[in-house]
T-cell receptor
Framework: RKEVEQDPGPFNVPEGATVAFNCTYS??????FFWYRQDCRKEPKLLMS???SGNEDGRFTAQLNRASQYISLLIRDSKLSDSATYLC??????????????FGSGTQLTVLP | NAGVTQTPKFQVLKTGQSMTLQCAQD?????MYWYRQDPGMGLRLIYY???????DKGEVPNGYNVSRLNKREFSLRLESAAPSQTSVYFC???????????FGNGTRLTVT
């Protein structure tokens, strides 16, 4: 089993739709979780950190489910500009360097007009 | 703020040639990283430097060397390029072990 798994998609949704992505992780000791966004042929950029209590930033909501070992990203009222690949990132240890950061392969989202 | 700056943006090498990818950050971050990204593989860590003066291997270090020249700069060297090293290379930095990464724009390397 991969350490971090994402559905690669593609997810094609109409503008205004709500879409959700899940990301599962294998190491139950994982401590830090992030969602990154990567546009075609560009560098990944931090979208959100994921906290145990869940967090929301405008149209974006991130949740952590430790019991089932997954994190989720919900995008409401999708915009054309949300089209990108969304990367799930997990740090499986509680201390030490970020060499343990593990990236998922990404979920591709296309928002259609 | 420039953030993380990588050079060059594009490079074509012949098998066996060498080159150095440069990376500099102006955010006073302690940790710096080199990743490669290949289709369907996600980002894989090549080397990292937790702080100035230290470097360690990541997931895929073979064929690469690194130098943490000072706190700002972290370079990646390919001594004898191979076609398997054709990839997009990203440099990144972070303030601490559990802080988010900030990435450079990437270097697209093709080895023929």
């Amino acid at each position: 089993r991969k350490e971090v798994e994402q559905d690669p998609g593609p997810f094609n949704v109409p503008e205004g739709a709500t879409v959700a992505f899940n990301c599962t992780y294998s190491n139950s000791a994982s401590q830090s979780f992030f969602w990154y966004r990567q546009d075609c042929r560009k560098e990944p950029k931090l979208l959100m950190s994921v906290y145990s209590s869940g967090n929301e930033d405008g149209r974006f909501t991130a949740q952590l489910n430790r019991a089932s070992q997954y994190i989720s990203l919900l995008i409401r009222d999708s915009k054309l500009s949300d089209s990108a690949t969304y990367l799930c990132v997990v740090n499986p240890i509680s201390s030490g360097s970020a060499r343990q950061l593990t990236f998922g392969s990404g979920t591709q989202l296309t928002v259609l007009p | 703020n420039a953030g993380v700056t990588q050079t060059p943006k594009f490079q074509v090498l012949k098998t066996g040639q060498s080159m150095t990818l440069q990376c500099a950050q102006d955010m006073n971050h302690n940790s710096m990283y080199w990743y490669r990204q290949d289709p369907g593989m996600g980002l894989r860590l090549i080397y990292y430097s937790a702080s100035e003066g230290t470097t360690d291997k990541g997931e895929v270090p073979n064929g690469y060397n690194v130098s943490r020249l000072n706190k700002r700069e972290f370079s990646l060297r390919l001594e004898s390029a191979a076609p398997s090293q054709t990839s997009v290379y990203f440099c990144a930095s972070s303030a601490a072990w559990n802080s988010p990464l900030h990435f450079g724009n990437g270097t697209r390397l093709t080895v023929t």
